[in-house]
C-alpha cells in the first residue's frame, strides 16, 4: 500500500477484522459444538446401549437374584453421581460363584491386577447440564422413572431422551412422578390405579417431602 493512501479506516480497525473473522469462524463452531455434543447419542437417543466390556446382567442380579441398586449404587441417595460398584462388590460374590468361567475374565484381571473395569457410560448429560440423584431419590422419585424396567435388563440402555424438555415436564408437575420414599428402588411398585387416589398420594408426599423442584436456569446450567 502506498503511504499516500488516504486511510479508509483507522489503523485498529485492521486488529477488529481479525475478531470479527475470529468471531464469523468460531462461534458458529462454538455453537455447533455445543448442539453436536448435547445431541450425543447418550444424551438424546432412546435405546442407546453401548457394549460393555464385562456382560453384567441386570436381569439376572436384580430380576433374579433380587439384589437392590443400593448394593451397587451405594451413593445413589447421598451425592450426584449414582457410584458404579467397584470390582471388589463383585468379588463379594464371585471369588465363590462361578470363579472360572470365561464372562468373569475382565473382572478377576481387574481384581488381581487392580486397575477398574472400564465400564462404558450409558446415561451421559452433556458437562454444561447439571444433575443430582439425591435431590431426586429423596423427594421420592423412583429409578424406574427415568431408567425404565432396569430389572429385565439384559444390557442396560437408556429409555428417555435426557433432553431439557424431558427434564422441565417433570420439574413443573412432579406430584403423579412421586412415591414413597421406601419405595425408589422397588422396580415393582406402581401408583394407585384410581386416579383420585394417585392424585391425593402425589399432592401428599409433595407436601411431606417439601417438594418444589426449580425451573430456573441456574438450578441445571451452574
Ligand atoms: C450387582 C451390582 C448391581 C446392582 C444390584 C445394580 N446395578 Fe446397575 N449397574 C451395575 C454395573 C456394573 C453397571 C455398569 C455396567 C452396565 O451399564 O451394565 C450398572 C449400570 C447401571 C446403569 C447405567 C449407568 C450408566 O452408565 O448410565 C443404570 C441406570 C443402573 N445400573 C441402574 C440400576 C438400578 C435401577 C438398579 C436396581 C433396580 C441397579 N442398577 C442394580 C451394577 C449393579
Ligand atoms: C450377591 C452375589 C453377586 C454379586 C454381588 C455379583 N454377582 Fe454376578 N452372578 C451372581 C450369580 C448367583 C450369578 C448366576 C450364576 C449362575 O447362573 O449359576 C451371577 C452371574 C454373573 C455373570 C454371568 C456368568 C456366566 O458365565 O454366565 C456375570 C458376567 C456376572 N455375574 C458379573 C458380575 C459383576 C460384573 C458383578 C459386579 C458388578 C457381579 N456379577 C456381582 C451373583 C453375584
Ligand atoms: C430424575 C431422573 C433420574 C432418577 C430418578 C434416577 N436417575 Fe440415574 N441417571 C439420571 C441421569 C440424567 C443420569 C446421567 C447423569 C449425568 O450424565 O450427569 C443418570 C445416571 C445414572 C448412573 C450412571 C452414573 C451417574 O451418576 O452418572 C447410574 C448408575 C444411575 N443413574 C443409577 C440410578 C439408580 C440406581 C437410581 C435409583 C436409586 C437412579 N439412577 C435414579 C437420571 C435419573
Ligand atoms: C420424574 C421427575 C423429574 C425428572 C424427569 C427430572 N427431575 Fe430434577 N427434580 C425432580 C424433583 C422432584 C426434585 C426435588 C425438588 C425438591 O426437593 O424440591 C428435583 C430436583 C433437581 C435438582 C436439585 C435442585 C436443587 O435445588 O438442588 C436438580 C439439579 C435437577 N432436579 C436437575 C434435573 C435435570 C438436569 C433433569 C433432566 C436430565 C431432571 N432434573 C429431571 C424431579 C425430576
Ligand atoms: C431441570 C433442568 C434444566 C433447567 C431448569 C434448564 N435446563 Fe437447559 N438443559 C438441560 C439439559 C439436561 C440440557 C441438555 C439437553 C440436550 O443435550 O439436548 C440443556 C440444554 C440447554 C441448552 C443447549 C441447547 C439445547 O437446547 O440442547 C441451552 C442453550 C439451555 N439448556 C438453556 C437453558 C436456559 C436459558 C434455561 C432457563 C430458562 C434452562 N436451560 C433451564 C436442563 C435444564
Given amino acids: 500500500m502506498d503511504s499516500k493512501t488516504p486511510l479508509m479506516f483507522p489503523k485498529w480497525s485492521n486488529r477488529a477484522t481479525v475478531g470479527v473473522v475470529l468471531g464469523i469462524v468460531f462461534v458458529p463452531a462454538y455453537v455447533g459444538l455445543l448442539l453436536a455434543y448435547g445431541a450425543h447419542p447418550t444424551t438424546l437417543y432412546v435405546g ?3 457394549e460393555q466390556p464385562v456382560p453384567y446382567s441386570h436381569a439376572q442380579h436384580v430380576g433374579k437374584l433380587g439384589l437392590d441398586c443400593r448394593y451397587c ?3 445413589v441417595e447421598k451425592s450426584a453421581v449414582a457410584a458404579i460398584p467397584p470390582t471388589e462388590v463383585c ?3 464371585h471369588t465363590a460363584i462361578l470363579p472360572n468361567t470365561a464372562k468373569l475374565g475382565e473382572v478377576r484381571r481387574s481384581h488381581v491386577e487392580g486397575t477398574p473395569i472400564r465400564w462404558v457410560k450409558v446415561h451421559d448429560l452433556p458437562d454444561y447440564a447439571y444433575f443430582h440423584h439425591a435431590a431426586h431419590v429423596n423427594a421420592g422419585v423412583g429409578c424406574s422413572e427415568c431408567h425404565g424396567p432396569v430389572q429385565q435388563m439384559a444390557v442396560v440402555q437408556t429409555v428417555q431422551p435426557l433432553s431439557m424438555a424431558w427434564c422441565l415436564d417433570c420439574h413443573r408437575n412432579p406430584e403423579s412422578r412421586l412415591r414413597p420414599r421406601d419405595q425408589v428402588t422397588n422396580m415393582e411398585w406402581r401408583p394407585p390405579e384410581d386416579s383420585a387416589a394417585r392424585a391425593a398420594l402425589g399432592r401428599s408426599l409433595r407436601d411431606k417431602y417439601h417438594v418444589n423442584p ?8 451452574r
Fill in 48 to 50: 442407546y446401549a453401548p
Fill in 91 to 93: 468379588m463379594n460374590c
Fill in 214 to 221: 426449580n425451573t430456573d436456569c441456574a438450578t441445571c446450567h
Fill in 73 to 75: 449404587h451405594f451413593t
